[in-house]
């Protein structure tokens, strides 16, 4: 069974560029979840994709979109770049659709914009 | 809105001792869950230990054990005997049990280091 994957490791972009993250979810799973995590602070949550609809958002702005695919991978998509953007980008999988599914996370996305 | 605080920014403790790291949180639900992760600076999210909130018996996973005292509103995470591969970043978590999003909260994280 493979795990949750995630590309590229490391990201380099400048102030008002566009990026594209991606993650692959674990077999079997059908939602993804995405997260911020700025230095030395906690994961943020961004945004979740059930089924490759967008099941909830956290406190970002739009220029923080998604994507779901039918296999149920998906992508992370920032436009205009700023440098408080430089994070580390994590997400992550889980079965969905039960009371309880337990998130199994991907090794992230380190963006760093200059 | 969930907030989690981890008021310990950093903690220590010898190899094969016993240490515990505080979490409290506030919300006004009566149905979530509660949990622990670590992240070793291979950076990958590895959940620990979870609990449910309408579980009175404290949830244990091998060494790691939690005290959870819901009216408090506390979570803490006891690690016993530690092992120099505990050494990491943990973190608590919430997520509610009610509704269809898994968003978790995090708190801000203890960077635990374990001295041999």
């Known amino acids: 069974e493979t795990g949750v994957t995630q590309s590229p490791t490391h990201l380099i972009k400048t102030r008002g560029q566009q990026v594209t993250l991606r993650c692959s979810s674990q077999s079997g799973h059908n939602t993804v979840s995405w997260y911020q995590q700025a230095l030395g602070q906690g994961p943020q949550f961004i945004f979740q994709?059930?089924?490759?609809?967008?099941?909830g958002r956290g406190n970002f702005p739009p220029r923080f979109s998604g994507l779901q695919f039918p296999n149920y991978s998906s992508e992370l998509n920032v436009n205009a770049l700023e440098l408080d953007d430089s994070a580390l980008y994590l997400c992550a999988s889980s079965g969905g659709g039960g009371r309880y599914n337990e998130q199994f996370f991907g090794p992230g996305t380190r963006l760093t914009v200059l | 809105a969930q907030t989690v605080t981890q008021s310990q920014p950093e903690m220590s403790v010898q190899e094969a001792e016993t240490v515990t790291l505080s979490c409290t949180y506030d919300t006004s639900e009566s149905d979530y869950y509660l949990f622990w992760y670590k992240q070793p600076p291979s950076r990958q999210m590895i959940l620990v230990i979870r609990q449910e909130a309408y579980k009175q018996q404290n949830a244990t996973e091998n060494r790691f054990s939690v005290n959870f005292q819901k009216a408090a509103k506390s979570f803490s995470l006891k690690i016993s005997d530690s092992q120099l591969g505990d050494a990491a970043m943990y973190f608590c978590a919430y997520r509610s049990a009610q509704g269809g999003s898994e968003k978790l909260v995090f708190g801000k994280g203890t960077k635990l280091t374990v001295n041999p």
């Open positions: 994709y059930y089924r490759e609809e967008e099941n």
